[in-house]
């Protein structure tokens, strides 16, 4: 997997696409801190976290966009089809987009502990949302494989939209637990609260991960490919 790893890196290390996401989360932090300013209480807080989780199926559906699309171009995935262990590409493709977006967590994380000063909520915040939006990563990775490039965009606007509605909003205050893809824009500010029901979202979340992924890899096993249009 580690030399899949390096042929991926050296891909996409000067294409635009591998910065979007990096540039995005600094004009997110930009925008957050004017909009915010120095009033980082509780509720400032809550916004901050879910808002950056909710943008982050964007940020991750851009970079699963650059990789499927790059398969697409090169020959319509035949050169994976034709290795011996699919799996190590899937593996380390995975890694790279999961890689991606924990820069850009990162990233929100250095700006958050500076203007919220929390440790506590700072560890909790970066530990649960690099766990929580797993199942986003695989979620989007396996729709646009099978699909095409584009979807994983669309999955990225349609998640991020449900994720403002259920995720931030009041409707899903009652739903969320039962939905893991609002887990991520959810889990601070319900911890804040000392609300969060982990035993069950737990569960519920690992459960839904080991389903998704186990699918997505016996899907690649015996997946003959696809016929994509330029």
């Known amino acids: 997997m580690k030399n899949e790893l390096k042929v991926i890196n050296l891909k996409f290390r000067t294409e635009i696409l591998t910065y979007t996401p990096t540039l995005l989360t600094i004009f997110y932090i930009i925008f957050i801190n004017l909009y915010l300013k120095n009033n980082w209480n509780y509720t400032s807080i809550s916004q901050y976290t879910s808002s950056f989780n909710a943008l982050s199926s964007l940020i991750i559906a851009i970079t699963v966009y650059q990789v499927i699309h790059f398969e697409e171009s090169i020959g319509h995935f035949n050169h994976i089809l034709g290795k011996p262990k699919r799996n ?80 931030i909003e009041v409707l899903g205050d009652k739903s969320w637990y039962y939905i893991p893809i609002t887990y991520s824009t959810r889990y601070t500010s319900m911890f804040i609260n000392n609300s969060v029901p982990f035993l069950l979202t737990i569960s519920i979340y690992v459960v839904s991960v080991v389903i998704i992924f186990t699918s997505l890899l016996l899907l690649v096993k015996k997946w003959s490919g696809r016929s994509v249009q330029d």
């Open 88 to 167: 190590l590409w899937v593996y380390a493709t995975l890694t790279y987009i999961f890689s991606n977006y924990l820069f850009c967590l990162l990233i929100s994380t250095i700006n958050f502990i500076l203007m919220s000063q929390n440790l506590k909520l700072t560890l909790f915040y970066v530990i649960s949302s690099s766990f929580m939006n797993i199942i986003i990563i695989l979620l989007i990775f396996t729709i646009s494989l099978f699909t095409k490039s584009i979807f994983s965009m669309v999955s990225g606007v349609v998640i991020t939209i449900f994720n403002i509605y259920f995720g």
